[in-house]
């Protein structure tokens, strides 16, 4: 990795690593060893632009990996109930996703990113039923690409003193391509998150403030699954004593 000025107002980075993973499983209940190793490349740039004092506009790339973890590797079945169980794959393969973002950053408290994430052969639970329709097994496999562009806006402000609010919305197109039979080939729709964190600080000295938070994540597809829209509503008071190394925290 390295980096380089370009003038007063050009800034760039660029990284590539290489990274080889090798796994070796043993299930005793099947008397069986699976292993598996890959090689691959993980390039990074950024690039960063100052027109002014306190802005700056910015572009990065880079690609991700996501390995599965011991728990959806482990081939044991799992009896959930009667009629249903659960088994890891000792055959899934990680999978990869590319990040671009294009960031406009303004005094440290207003920050605007456009950003595209492309991930391939996605793994997941699916869900067999047999031909009963009584007994079901669940199996996670690789099966699925996704895309989603989108924009988040974050912004710190004081409506009024001694009261700091932290507003973040990202608003997000999606797209998900099955290759599995059983569940659609495709399907897509917009979504949108938003979250406010507020602390009011009650004296002077900023030791005892309350905190109110809020967040909602409306109906989206996630996986081959559609969900409902969710939000979570915090409410607490915290207290700092001994020069800020101990604090209080009460929260519902």
Known sequence: SGNKKLGDKWEAKAGLRLENTETKGYSSDLNETDKSHYTKLFPTLYILYKPKEK?????????????????????????????????????LQPYYTDNYELTYNYKDNWLSTLYYSNS????????????????????????????SIGITESYTLHPIKNWESNLTAN??????????????????????????????????????????????????????????????????????????????????
């Open 55 to 91: 802005q700056s506009i910015s572009f990065s790339y880079g690609k991700r990996i996501n390995r599965p973890n011991y728990r959806v590797l482990n081939p044991f079945v799992r009896y959930i109930n009667p009629y249903t169980t659960s088994q890891g794959n000792p055959y």
């Open 120 to 147: 391939k052969n996605i793994y997941e639970q699916v869900n067999y039923i047999s031909n009963d329709n009584i007994n079901s097994a669940t199996k996670y496999e690789n099966f699925y690409n996704q895309f």
């Open 171 to 252: 608003v997000y197109y999606k797209k998900i391509e099955s290759s599995l039979p059983q569940t659609l080939a495709s399907f897509s729709g917009w979504s949108a998150f938003f979250e406010t964190d507020n602390n009011y600080f009650l004296n002077k000295n900023k030791t005892i403030l309350l905190s109110i938070d809020y967040w909602i994540q409306f109906p989206e597809y996630d996986a081959i699954y559609k969900t409902n829209a969710i939000s979570v509503l915090d409410i607490g008071m915290r207290a700092f004593k001994k020069k800020k190394k101990l604090s209080l925290s009460l929260y519902f």
